[in-house]
């Protein structure tokens, strides 16, 4: 069902020790095993069309000779190219991007994908972890040659003979297939382990130059992320839970804004919140469109003002409007789109947790890629480094609850008197960082803030008030007059919560 084929210099000893590993661990019974010995006479692209000439079976996998892999990886390898979604080839590493540059790691945090622990020989075992596991193959543009499995019916091209001799033979297998059609992904079904760390050598160099003059006409390739990967949320009944608040700021944007209600309402419990919309300057038109497409949808307040400001009108909203049967608030911006039940996840955790400030969500942008998963703030140089964890990530997010410095206002969840006793937003921010102060006033007072990046939002960031261009302006204002003061103010608390870069 499987042929294996590596090419090896090392003693008879050791090579019978590899064959046996691989029969043990595969998992299946028709399993053929492709031996090349090979002292440094043959390109390893010679070896591997060799293994494809001489292959019984369909599925090939070439690979590296110091590699351990886990019980029943061609059982789940198998299932990988069977589970209908067409891959050609598959490995344990690559990237969704490969620049002009020829280097495919040059992005590595953002678009390389996959896990490998490394465990050279007399080292402590560590893991490369490019991305989180999931329950699917991750679509990439190349792989690398750790190990590079195939159904040779799929591919159009062989392994390229011409260029190099140990590099750059996977990027010259697998572009010219990409660029043909052949679906190329990375698994996460089983783990690897690789016994050395490879180096970039002269060879490596010589090899990228003439790559890139076959290839660099078609550089950079970039493969944004198909789809998002939005786990399945299976409710229990939460007892003796408060309701939630929804509030949303919005002006104009009508679709957006329909978007945003309408998916509270399609993935969460309408008997666990109601909505606040705080209309900020939209139209007459606009008006009478929300009042007959939005507030039929469900029990939804619509509140007018005649200025906007983020943290005042929240701070009215909740003082003015919102009465005391609901326990919770959850700030959202009108351009969110929640893609499951992020209202019984963010409850589920405050239930769990009396503790708890407050609780945010993975957000992405329209193109599939991280807007947040968290946010980072770093001391250095007497000045505070702040931003979203994963910024512009493909597949490197992460799918479980983190402990977090603190999370966007755009879509935030917390308790109605904590948010009180905290003294609300701080009023005089004019555009953006309200939500970093609130967030650090809650460890200050000894919360733990959360992200719960299994629950996954929308959030088409460049499409409402972001469009702004002075907006970068009024971030250094904010900065620099109100949240740097607010630092400095309580330095020494801080300093303990505040990690130093």
Known sequence: MITIVYSTHKDETYNNKFKKHLLDTVGLENVQVLQYVNHNEYKLSEVYNRGI????????????????????WGVKLLQDFNDGNEYGIIGKAGSCYFPESGVYWDKMQQTMVGQVYHHPEGQKKWLSKYSSKFPFVIPVVTIDGLFISFDKRKIKHRFDETIGKFHFY?????????????????????????????QPNQEFFQSKTKFL?????????????????????????????GKVAVVIPTKGNTNLLLDCVKSFYDNCDKN????????????????????????TLGNIKLIEYDYYNFAKINNDVVKNHIGKNYEFILFSNNDIKVLNNVIYNMLSLMKKNNRVGTIGARLHFGDNTIQHDGIFVYRKNGQLLLGHQNFKNYFNYRNNVNSVIGNTGGLMMIRKNLFEKLGMFNENYISCLEDVELNLKCKMVGFDNICDSSSVAYHYESQTRNLDTEKSEKFQYDYTNNLFPFYIQNREKLNKIIPQA
């Open 213 to 241: 003059e076959k290839w660099g006409h078609k550089l950079p390739i970039d493969m944004k992320p198909e789809k998002i990967f939005v786990p399945e949320i299976k409710e229990k009944p939460i007892k003796k839970i």
């Open 170 to 198: 996977d990027h010259l297998f697998c572009v010219p297939n990409y660029f043909d059609g052949v679906k190329i992904g990375v698994t996460t079904s089983f783990e690897i382990t690789h016994e050395s760390v490879g």
């Open 53 to 72: 000439d001489e292959s019984q079976f369909n599925i090939v996998c070439c690979i590296h000779n110091d590699i351990k892999l886990e019980k029943n």
């Open 272 to 295: 666990l919140f109601d909505v606040f919309i705080a209309d900020t300057g939209s139209t007459n038109e606009e008006k009478k469109f929300i009042n007959e497409n939005i507030l």
